[in-house]
Structures are given as structure tokens and as C-alpha cells.
């Protein structure tokens, strides 16, 4: 039987994050951000003193790494230590080394047995870069996201005061080469997701989209 997952995979800004957690609450559902996890564990590396460069080192982290998960506010949210990292894991210093933790080996098996485990506590809408692939590739329903490098750098710059546009499609860019061309898990298409261009489009199109897209498969079942 499929696993009752909305898998929403695409690159970053492409718009999958709102987009994802608009389309939780449409359907009553909880979301879950499978990226923050990569981050939070980048973010306590980085807290230690420690280099995200050296898996080793990220490594040690993680073995011992005091994490735990609760359902909050419609969502599968995470604390490490008994601490959420919200503004933290979302800044320039994380953005720049995230990749490299999400690359290595090992922290994706750990990642992807979390997320995984996730589908315990409820319907889930989850968001990530191989959730359709990887993490539930029996997931019910499968989506990705795109948007043209323009689009996605102008999206970004927004989220970050004070950041130039053409710095920041470079490092999109960069981050694109390293989730495509990492040997465990990259960024792909699912080969049965149904694709959305976000370019042009509100949050709410794409929304409507893909609740429509789900409504009409369900009645065709």
C-alpha cells in the first residue's frame, strides 16, 4: 500500500516550502520540512567548532546529536538539546554549508530513518529534495517544483537583507551542482511526480494546483 505521504521535491526557491506547508493545512495534514533536519544538524556542527567540510567531523555530531521530534502547530517540528533553531538554520552562514552535510553518506541514511519514521505520527505533506525518490518512494502522491534561476535568485534575495542577486544565483547554482552530482540521494524527478513550473506563478496557483491535481486523482480511484 502507498505510504500516505505528498512528497513536494525541487531545488532551493523554488517555492516548495510555503507551497508544501499551504498545501498541509488545505488538506489537513501535517508538514514536515525534511531540509530543516540537514540544517539543524549543519548548525549544531558548526556550534561545536567543528568543520561541515570534514565528514568526520559532522559525523561526531551526529552520533551524539540530542535531537527529538514533537507535532506542533501542524507540523512535525524538531528540538536539539531542547532547543529549536528557527531563524538560525535559515541564515547566509547555513545556506553556504549545508550541501556539504547533506552529501555525506551517512547523515542521509540517519536523515531518511527519521523522516521515515514521521509517517507514524499522522498524514504528512513533506518537502524536500528526494523525498519522492528516496525517502517514500511509494509516497501516494509525488510533485516537483521548479522555477527559472532568475525567478529562484530574486525569490532568495528576498529572504536575505542586504545579499546582492547575482552573488546570490551563484550560490543556488552551486548548491544545484552539488545536490545533482552527490553520488547518495541527489536531486532528481521522480520518474511518476507530477512536475510544476513555478516561474510567473502565486503561492496560491501552485497551491490550487496541486490540490487539484490530488482531488482529481482521488476520484478517479
Known sequence: MPSDVIAIDGPSASGKSTV????????????????ALYRGITWRTLEEGRDPAIPAETLAVLRDLPIEFVVESGAVRFRIG???????IRSERIN???SEVAAVPE??????????????????????????????????????LDAS??????????????????????SLQTRDRRDSGRPTAPLRVASDAHTVDTTG???????????????????KE
Open 96 to 98: 553556504e554549508r549545508v
Open 82 to 88: 531542547g532547543y529549536e533553531p528557527v531563524a538560525e
Open 149 to 170: 534561476p532568475e525567478e529562484r535568485a530574486r525569490r532568495r534575495q528576498g529572504e536575505l537583507a542586504g545579499t546582492d542577486v547575482v552573488r546570490v544565483m551563484a
Open 20 to 35: 508544501a506547508r499551504r498545501v498541509a493545512a488545505r488538506l489537513g495534514r501535517l508538514y514536515v520540512d525534511s531540509g
Open 107 to 144: 547523515v542521509r541514511i540517519q536523515a531518511t530513518a527519521w523522516l521515515r519514521q514521521m509517517a507514524a505520527k499522522g498524514p504528512l505533506v513533506m518537502e524536500g529534495r528526494d523525498i519522492g525518490t528516496v525517502v517514500f518512494p511509494d509516497a501516494r502522491f509525488k510533485f516537483y
Open 201 to 219: 506563478l502565486s503561492i496560491d496557483d501552485v497551491v490550487d494546483r496541486i490540490v487539484a491535481a490530488i482531488g482529481g486523482r482521488q476520484a
